[in-house]
């Protein structure tokens, strides 16, 4: 699989375990969405709000690439968080609908990279304000393997607000493949 086949995957699997795991917290009440859990970011809301924050500081990083994506246009005109504990809602529908725009986003941009975009070097600052510069493919790497971490925290506090969130493997996303190479036909 290609390096950009592969980060397009991940934005596939990243939308389809966003929605998964919002689907899976609105059957929490609201104190149990905001219940201290020990988390990095305390609660689910918290983990979930920080995932937004994290993936719009990103985002407009990203938007900085030479190639001036138009998929990331819309995010240039989204609030800076603060911080990476930012709080975008504490209202898990209006959080979730701005995730799924996120979602969407994400996947046109994904669509939108040619192999020639992913060797230019990122001139970026953190949020603590250090200078790095970095090899665009590879993070993208890490803005999808953050994505993964935090899901991971949100699947356990899931689970102990006694919620299963059922199967969240990348497996699910990948085609199976027929004997001679060529993807299988869907069963």
């Given at each position: 699989?290609?390096?950009?086949?592969?980060?397009?995957?991940?934005?596939?699997?990243?939308?389809?375990?966003?929605?998964?795991?919002?689907?899976?917290?609105?059957?929490?009440?609201?104190?149990?969405?905001?219940?201290?859990?020990?988390?990095?970011?305390?609660?689910?809301?918290?983990?979930?709000?920080?995932?937004?924050?994290?993936?719009?500081?990103?985002?407009?990083?990203?938007?900085?690439?030479?190639?001036?994506?138009?998929?990331?246009?819309?995010?240039?005109?989204?609030?800076?968080?603060?911080?990476?504990?930012?709080?975008?809602?504490?209202?898990?529908?209006?959080?979730?609908?701005?995730?799924?725009?996120l979602d969407q986003l994400i996947g046109?941009?994904?669509?939108?990279?040619?192999?020639?975009?992913?060797?230019?070097?990122?001139?970026?600052?953190s949020t603590t304000g250090i200078?790095?510069?970095?090899?665009?493919?590879?993070?993208?790497?890490?803005?999808?393997?953050?994505?993964?971490?935090?899901?991971?925290?949100?699947?356990?506090?899931?689970?102990?607000?006694?919620?299963?969130?059922?199967?969240?493997?990348?497996?699910?996303?990948?085609?199976?493949?027929?004997?001679?190479?060529?993807?299988?036909?869907?069963?």
């Amino acid at each position: 699989m290609s390096e950009l086949a592969h980060l397009r995957l991940m934005a596939r699997y990243n939308a389809w375990m966003n929605q998964a795991v919002y689907d899976a917290a609105a059957t929490l009440p609201a104190h149990d969405l905001a219940a201290e859990r020990g988390a990095f970011f305390g609660s689910l809301l918290g983990t979930l709000n920080h995932l937004v924050a994290a993936d719009t500081i990103w985002l407009r990083r990203f938007a900085a690439h030479p190639t001036h994506f138009s998929a990331l246009e819309p995010v240039l005109a989204l609030p800076a968080p603060a911080g990476l504990g930012a709080i975008h809602s504490a209202d898990l529908a209006l959080l979730g609908a701005h995730r799924r725009m996120l979602d969407q986003l994400i996947g046109a941009w994904t669509a939108q990279l040619l192999d020639a975009d992913l060797d230019h070097v990122l001139d970026y600052a953190s949020t603590t304000g250090i200078r790095s510069h970095k090899r665009f493919g590879d993070l993208l790497l890490h803005f999808f393997n953050h994505q993964t971490h935090h899901r991971g925290q949100a699947s356990t506090l899931l689970s102990q607000a006694g919620v299963d969130l059922g199967v969240t493997d990348l497996l699910m996303l990948i085609e199976n493949v027929a004997d001679h190479g060529a993807p299988a036909a869907p069963a």
